[in-house]
Each structure stands twice: as C-alpha cells, then as structure tokens.
C-alpha cells in the first residue's frame, strides 16, 4: 500500500490516503507500525516524514 | 419425385412435381422450413412475429400451427410492479458490538444507490459499531446475495473509549468511488474528529481521507450524539467535489465544505454563525461545465435566523455572495430545500407556514405565506419534474399511524402556479419517506410502502398527464408487487429497514434487517 500525505503549515495531516494528486508519498519503510490506529491525532507530518506529535501520550489500554 | 428430391438445372418439371413442389412450400404439415435444420413441417418464425402464446416481446402473435388467421396482442402488463428479492446476511460488523445498522437513523443513508455499466446496479449498506469497533462497508449487487466488497473502517482517532459512526454516503459515477463520513471521539485524548472517505467504488482502496474537523472541543459534548456531524456527503458530478456542511457540535458553528474529488483538498466557509442549535442544509446548484461555477443555496433549519445564504462554488474555491432572501416571518420550523431540476431549474424551500420557490437567479416566483392546505409538516416526497408541472406527494402525519398523504401538482410551476390538490386517504407512512412516484405522465405510478412491517402497494395515478389532477379514484390500480411483503422501512424497535429511490428505471431498493441477523434486499420496478 502506498501511503500519501498532504499536511499544513504545523504539519497538522489534512488529507491522507492511498493515492490523490498533490500528497506526498511516504515511503512504506517510515509509516509507523501504528499508524492505522492513531494516525492524524497521533502523528503530525513534517518535512516528508511522520513524527509524534509533541505531547502525545498513548491512551490507557482498553480494560 | 420427392417434396424434396434433387431437380436439375434444365429438367422439366411435370404437374405431379410442381403440385409437390406447392405442397413443400405452403402444406402447413408435409411442408419444410427452409433453414436446412430439421422441421416439423411448420412455418419459421419471424424475429416479430410469434406463432405460439407469445407473452412479452411480440408485437403480434399468431395461433398454434401458424393455420389460424386470428392475431392478436399480447396482454398489457404495464403499470405492475415487479419485485426482485435477495436474501442476504452479513449485515454484522466484522468488530465491536453492534448497535444498529445504519440505514435510516441520523441522518444517515445507509442504503446507498450505485449503478455503473460495468456492474450493474448495486447497492451499499454501512454499519456502525460503538465502544472500540470499526465501520464496515459492504455493497451487494442487486439480485445476488453474496457481499460483492467490504471494508472496515478503522477509526481516525483511537482512545480508551471511543465511538465510530459511519454516515453519509455517495457515489461518484466518474471516478466510480464512496466517501463516507466518519464521526469520531476519544475520551482520553479529548480528540474528535469529522473525517470524509473516499473509497473506489470496490471499497478496495482508501483514496483519501479528508478530516473536516478536528481536535474539536465542546463544553456541551457529552457522548457521540454532540460529536461533530455533518449532514452528509453530496457529490456533485460536473464540478467533481464532494460537498455538504459540518457542525463542530450540535451547539457550534456551522460551515460549508467542498472537497476536491482528485486531490482530496478541503474548501470550507462558514454558513452560519449563530447560537444555539443551529444546523443548515442547501442545495448546489451545477455549472453547466465543469470549469464553470456552481450556486449552494443554504439555509438554516434552526429557528431565530431566516433567511438563505448563497454561495459561488468551483471546483478549488467557495466565495460567499450574501443572504438574499428571508423566510417568511411566521414561519418558525423550515423543513427541507429541494432542488427540482439541475442547472436552469428552480429550488423550493418547505416550511412550516411557507413555501418559496426560486429560478437559478434566486429571483422569487412563489413566495405562499397563507395557504391553507400546506399543514405544518408538509413535505414534497418523491416529487417529480415533468415539462412545466410538479408532481409531488404532501404527507400530514409525522408519526406511524394512519395518516393522509395528498397528491398533488402544480402546473407552469416554475412561473409560480397554483397547486392543486387530490387527497389520498389511509397511509400509513412516516413524514417524509416511503412514497414515490414513479414513471411519467399519464403512466405515472404512486408507490406506498408502509411504515410498519407490512406489505407495498402500488397506485397507478390517472389524469395526471393533463392540466388538472383527476380527483376520481376511477382508474387507480392497487396492488401488491409479487414477492415483496413485510416491507420494513423504518427502524423500529429492534430492527432496521432502509429504502432508497434508485430513480432511473424507477427502482426501490428496500432493506430489512435485524441487528444481528439477515436481511433482506429487494428492488421494486415497474415491469
């Protein structure tokens, strides 16, 4: 799967997905392994690549 | 010689010969086809003429044998809806428990229509799961019971708690792809977001994602129900944009969307910025080409700020143009908007003790503040645009009971003519759903299909090709489609049904579903 991603300025992710025109494409070695479950609140995207986003901490496993 | 013995070029031919020569032509039993198959002596049959009971595709039969002289029509079987009924069953959620299946609740448009020339008609079913479940997707082709394609839809936002709710649909038949709207919540986070999907039309593919709102935060919010919402996904085909409005919560502003169908870009502008409760719907009127631009009229369905607003839209941009005109003053609950044509035609606005009509300038041609008949929850159901005239269906009863639906129509409408009313008694529908209208003009069929768990029933309307509706029940058919019983179409206390009008080829698409269990998918036409 090819992963695109268009951010703003505060590398806030606006729109991702597998194929649009004008994202970036992130290559599949650098899409974190938890991507699918967190995603756009988790990762912001800056410079071409997916980094945390400050401050963020895990939500409590489910019980 | 034989009837078929071999003459050759230059042999005489004697009486007894040409006599059995005759015979091998005309004798309707001695005689031969002449394709060279094997014959039973009897004639061939033209590609139109049918010599044997012939009951649809025949102009004009003849008896059997092809001796009988008498022709006649087949019978006439226009009008009679046919029904076409796949029982099918996976309507769960892949994950999470499950709640209901969306397809009449919330605003939600579970039941989908799709038809492509590759495949046929289809149609799509979205359901919902609450506390840490997914959505799924799923699509049927109509007829068939197998799922033709699913997915399940991760929520954008994960947390200790949260909620996905799956709504809003549509369908774009250039591309051929979905977007759904996703509604979102963590707790733990305190994320919650509004994020359109676009998906290919085999759910195969997540095109893009397009989060409309996000990191939202709310004192009034409380569970999913004052998660930001939307009312839906539009598609508008000659721009390629995928519209509607959003709400942060149920008590925040309201804002105007566009979404660029290739390259999944956001357009927003606010609609409405207001107090309390507010909550808008519009319509968008199409360019005639798609580097044209289009008109979203919109309007507020809460009460204390009348008016429409109207907007420019392309395909990369919304520019406000203003309010033009007010609701009329004594109307406190508007209804709904509909646009009756595409380009050129003219929007109506339904209200509670109003009802404007406008041509594509926004320029008034109806403006019926004191009409009598139009009761406070008047509704156009399953209208129809034919030539100058309007043909819709008023319902009065809001609740699942015995109610009275009127038909109605509106000659030269678009120059603001008079409604004229036909009462049609006994429905049992809920306000705005469940009748259509189908075919055209004199042939123009109601279709009623009962709240409750019922059966479907037809009416074929007459006198509707003229100027003025036929009061008389004269002539009107009622019947039952073959097959299509325990009609299921709104949610009841442990079931769900959905119906979406298809309208090309004037289909209905019924879904009746418990939580759990299989469903039943069928399609009603006129035969």
Same mark, same amino acid.
């Given at each position: 799967m090819k992963l695109f991603i268009r951010s703003d300025e505060s590398g806030n992710i606006t729109t991702w997905g597998e194929g649009f025109e004008g994202g970036t494409e992130v290559e599949p070695a650098d899409v974190p392994a938890d991507w699918e479950t967190f995603r756009t609140a988790k990762y912001v995207f800056i410079d071409g690549s997916l980094t945390v986003r400050a401050g963020w901490t895990d939500p409590e496993p489910e019980s | 010689m034989a009837n078929s013995g071999t003459v050759s070029a230059g042999s005489a031919a004697l009486a007894a010969q040409y006599n059995n020569l005759r015979a091998d032509v005309l004798s309707a039993t001695t005689g031969h086809v002449h394709d060279g198959a094997v014959d039973g002596g009897n004639k061939i049959e033209g590609t139109v003429l049918k010599s044997t009971g012939a009951t649809a595709g025949y102009i004009l039969t003849a008896g059997a044998g092809g001796t009988a002289t008498t022709w006649q029509a087949p019978a006439v079987t226009v009008g009679v809806f046919s029904s076409s009924t796949a029982v099918v069953s996976g309507f769960q959620a892949t994950a999470g428990t499950i709640t209901y299946l969306n397809s009449d609740l919330a605003g939600g448009t579970g039941v989908t229509k799709i038809a492509t020339a590759a495949s046929g008609s289809r149609f799509t079913m979205i359901s919902s799961a609450a506390n840490t479940g997914n959505g799924t997707a799923r699509y049927w082709?109509?007829?068939?019971?197998?799922?033709?394609?699913?997915?399940?839809?991760?929520?954008?936002?994960?947390?200790?708690?949260?909620?996905?709710?799956?709504?809003? %649909?549509?369908?774009?038949?250039?591309?051929?792809?979905?977007?759904?709207?996703?509604?979102? *919540?963590?707790?733990?986070?305190?994320?919650?977001?509004?994020?359109?999907?676009?998906?290919?039309?085999?759910?195969?593919?997540?095109?893009?994602?397009?989060?409309?709102?996000?990191?939202?935060?709310?004192?009034?919010?409380?569970?999913?129900?004052?998660?930001?919402?939307?009312?839906g996904v539009f598609w508008e085909p000659t721009m390629k944009i995928w519209w509607g409005f959003s709400n942060s919560d149920v008590l925040g502003t309201a804002r105007l969307y566009v979404i660029n169908d290739s390259t999944g870009t956001l357009y927003t502008a606010n609609a409405y910025v207001v107090t309390a409760?507010?909550?808008?719907?519009?319509?968008?009127?199409?360019?005639?080409?798609?580097?044209?631009?289009?008109? +979203?009229?919109?309007?507020?369905?809460?009460?204390?700020?009348?008016?429409?607003?109207?907007?420019?839209?392309?395909?990369?941009?919304?520019?406000?143009?203003?309010?033009?005109?007010?609701?009329?003053?004594?109307d406190t609950t508007p209804e709904d908007a509909f646009l009756w044509n595409s380009a050129g035609s003219v929007v109506q606005y339904i209200g509670n003790n109003g009802n404007q009509i406008f041509n594509s300038s926004f320029t008034a041609l109806q403006n019926n503040t004191a009409s009598t008949s139009l009761n406070p929850w008047e509704m156009?159901?399953?209208?129809?645009?034919?030539?100058?005239?309007?043909?819709?269906?008023?319902?009065?009863?809001?609740?699942?009971?015995?109610?009275?639906?009127?038909?109605?129509?509106?000659?030269?409408?678009?120059?603001?003519?008079?409604?004229?009313?036909?009462?049609?008694?006994?429905? *049992?529908?809920?306000?705005?759903?469940?009748?259509?209208?189908?075919?055209?003009?004199?042939?123009?069929?109601?279709?009623?299909?009962?709240?409750?768990?019922?059966?479907?029933?037809? *009416?074929?309307?007459?006198?509707?090709?003229?100027?003025?509706?036929?009061?008389?029940?004269?002539?009107?058919?009622?019947?039952?489609?073959?097959?299509?019983?325990? +009609? *299921? %179409?709104?949610?009841?206390?442990?079931?769900?049904?959905?119906?979406?009008?298809?309208?090309?080829?004037?289909?209905?698409?019924?879904?009746?579903?418990?939580?759990?269990? %299989?469903?039943?998918?069928?399609? +009603?036409?006129?035969?």
């Open positions: - | 082709n109509l007829g068939t019971a197998a799922t033709a394609g699913s997915v399940n839809i991760t929520p954008v936002v994960a947390g200790t708690t949260f909620y996905v709710k799956v709504d809003g %649909t549509g369908f774009d038949t250039g591309s051929s792809g979905y977007a759904f709207v996703e509604r979102n *919540q963590a707790t733990t986070t305190g994320n919650r977001t509004l994020t359109v999907r676009r998906y290919t039309d085999t759910l195969a593919t997540n095109s893009w994602n397009c989060t409309i709102a996000s990191n939202v935060s709310s004192a009034n919010y409380s569970n999913w129900t004052t998660a930001p919402f939307t009312t409760g507010t909550f808008v719907s519009g319509v968008l009127v199409p360019p005639a080409t798609a580097a044209g631009t289009g008109t +979203i009229y919109v309007y507020q369905t809460s009460v204390g700020v009348a008016g429409w607003a109207t907007y420019s839209v392309t395909a990369t941009s919304i520019t406000a143009i203003g309010t033009s005109v007010t609701f009329p003053t004594t156009l159901i399953g209208g129809k645009y034919e030539s100058t005239r309007r043909l819709g269906v008023d319902q009065t009863t809001d609740s699942p009971s015995l109610g009275t639906a009127t038909i109605y129509l509106v000659p030269n409408y678009d120059a603001g003519g008079t409604n004229v009313f036909t009462s049609i008694n006994a429905f *049992q529908t809920q306000k705005g759903k469940d009748v259509y209208l189908m075919g055209s003009g004199s042939a123009t069929y109601m279709l009623y299909l009962e709240d409750a768990i019922g059966t479907a029933i037809s *009416q074929q309307l007459t006198g509707i090709g003229t100027a003025v509706f036929t009061a008389s029940t004269a002539g009107r058919v009622w019947n039952t489609p073959t097959g299509v019983t325990a +009609i *299921q %179409t709104r949610q009841p206390t442990a079931s769900v049904g959905g119906v979406t009008y298809l309208g090309a080829g004037s289909v209905v698409a019924v879904v009746v579903g418990t939580a759990t269990g %299989t469903s039943t998918a069928t399609t +009603i036409s006129l035969a």
